[in-house]
């Protein structure tokens, strides 16, 4: 399970550092949408793995953010060959390039690293990259057949 809080850690700490740019804003958009009264101290213990993340509390800053990286990892461990085909392949090229990007990033900073999160980081962003090119292919198939 500490793996598992590993890659939520490092899901979240992406998600608040690309989207809300600091914990004092993590926790405004929280207690905004929960009506809680979450310190940026608290999300600082979430993030360095003292406790764990509760739902409402993802689920406030992904809706928020307009992404859901822990629920998209947490809904592969049911069914991980599952496809997706949805918006225009251009879009998708744009995922898997941005995606990719953050995977090199991660590992890289990984390699330079002794931290187990720094490789769970990696393992994070290597995931989306993954999902992003699931996400093509799937695209890619459907459309296929329908040229023929």
Do not use: Y
């Not at 399970?1 to 989207?19: H, K």
């Not at 999300?43 to 360095?48: G, T």
């Not at 995922?95 to 931290?115: C, D, H, M, N, R």
Request: hydrophobic share 45%; charged share 25%.
């Amino acid at each position: 399970m500490a793996q598992m809080r590993d890659l939520v850690n490092a899901q979240m700490a992406a998600l608040i550092d690309g989207t809300f740019g600091c914990l004092d804003a993590a926790a405004e958009t929280i207690n905004a949408r929960t009506g809680g009264s979450l310190t940026k101290g608290t999300i600082s213990k979430r993030l360095s793995g003292q406790i764990g993340w509760p739902v409402d509390e993802v689920a406030a800053l992904e809706d928020a953010a307009g992404r859901h990286p822990v629920t998209r990892a947490l809904s592969r461990r049911l069914n991980p060959d599952e496809r997706t085909a949805s918006g225009s392949i251009l879009a998708q090229a744009g995922a898997i390039s941005k995606e990719t990007g953050e995977a090199v990033e991660a590992i890289l900073a990984a390699q330079q690293s002794a931290s187990a999160k720094d490789w769970a980081a990696a393992v994070a962003e290597i995931d989306e990259a993954v999902e992003a090119l699931r996400a093509a292919r799937s695209f890619a198939e459907t459309h296929m057949g329908a040229a023929r």
